[in-house]
């Protein structure tokens, strides 16, 4: 054998850009072939319909003439966000502003931890002032008029729901998982107490409620006679059906949170309340300390799920109080349903519920944005 041929024969093989992707291709074979199914059903059933409702909300559609449809492109968001003879004025929705302008802060607050970059605070500050010292300023004049004022109202009732609903049945549920975390006969029993509401249909739980919270019947109602109080008609009180709902909603879903952060508490280094213990730290130090810098990942996780949830409500507020009264629990899902299968006005429900998709996602987005260095 020549020297020639040794050369070559020990000289190493030169990988191309073919073999690169060729074995990359087999060693993530296997990969695919597990995740494949599940993206052919979320492509199908969640992208797809998605990407549907997006396209619809340029259309005007009858539902019960599906196939005919006609081009109107942006008519239905427009009248959505506009109506006839609007004016801006500073007391419009003041509250709602000014608690707005106050999420300058944590913007702030992540610019100068570095959280967020020089740039995406410009951008997030100049998006609040635009939006909530701006765009929500605009209100119909003497006579004018919302193009759909039910949107609004809907959408308003919506974020109180959500407003209202987080941060109880948030709270609620750590503080139950904490009174749950610990060994004893009776703590499984009280878990399953505590998450055998979460199983029951939305039917069940508005039957349940609707029969406590009815003055003459219910037991809320008989105990305040009992007591010698006059019985509330919480559902028939415009101040007071919102608030029903949502303590119906937290009894019915706070289950599911007490889950998640049992699973996060377990999660915690016994060693470290240990060694809390032994330098004399109080109940609140230790959970300032440990319990919630631990639970940090949880917490977000459960807000995320959470705001979705409540963004979503419908099924307790359509049974129990179909919207009322006057409109006071009337929320976007319901105008979404009754816009598409009352009126038929396919393409404009569309929009809506693209509308509603882009909230809750940039909720969820900056939920995780600020949250990302602390986690």
Do not use: C
């Not at 109940?283 to 949880?298: E, I, N, Y």
């Amino acid at each position: 054998m020549s020297q020639k041929t040794i050369f070559s024969e020990r000289r190493p093989e030169v990988p191309t850009a073919g073999n690169r992707l060729v074995k990359s291709v087999k060693k993530d074979f296997a990969g695919w072939g597990f995740i494949g199914p599940f993206m052919l059903i979320y492509l199908v059933f969640l992208v797809w319909p998605i990407l549907q409702a997006i396209g619809l909300g340029f259309f005007k559609i009858d539902l019960l003439v599906i196939t005919d449809r006609t081009f109107i492109g942006l008519q239905n968001y427009f009248r959505m966000f506009w109506g006839e003879n609007m004016e801006w004025t500073l007391g419009n929705m003041w509250e709602w502003r000014i608690a707005g302008l106050l999420l300058l802060i944590p913007v702030f607050r992540g610019w100068r931890s570095k959280t967020l970059s020089t740039l995406e605070s410009v951008v997030y500050s100049a998006s609040l002032v635009v939006i909530f010292a701006g765009v929500m300023g605009l209100a119909p004049g003497d006579g004018g008029r919302w193009n759909d004022s039910l949107f609004w109202l809907s959408f308003g009732n919506t974020v109180l729901f959500v407003l209202l609903s987080t941060p109880v049945i948030v709270g609620v549920g750590l503080l139950l998982a904490m009174a749950l975390n610990r060994p004893g006969r009776w703590t499984g029993v009280l878990r399953t107490v505590f998450f055998a509401p979460y199983v029951l249909s939305v039917s069940v739980l508005t039957l349940i409620w609707a029969f406590l919270l009815n003055p003459q019947l219910g037991l809320i109602g008989t105990f305040l006679e009992f007591i010698g109080l006059e019985p509330i008609s919480f559902l028939t009180s415009p101040t007071l059906a919102m608030p029903a709902i949502v303590i119906a909603t937290l009894w019915w879903t706070v289950g599911f949170n007490v889950v998640l952060y049992l699973a996060g508490l377990q999660d915690i280094d016994k060693s470290l309340y240990e060694a809390a213990e032994i330098d004399g730290a109080s109940f609140w130090q230790r959970f300032r300390d440990v319990t919630w810098p631990g639970l940090r990942r949880t917490t977000l996780l459960v807000m995320v799920l959470q705001i979705i949830a409540s963004f979503q409500i419908f099924g307790q507020v359509f049974i129990m109080t179909r919207g009322g009264p006057n409109g006071a629990t009337r929320v976007s899902i319901q105008h979404i349903y009754e816009s598409a299968f009352r009126d038929f006005n396919l393409g404009y429900a569309s929009a809506m519920s693209v509308f509603l998709f882009l909230v809750m996602i940039v909720f969820s987005v900056l939920q995780f944005r600020f949250s990302r260095d602390e986690t």
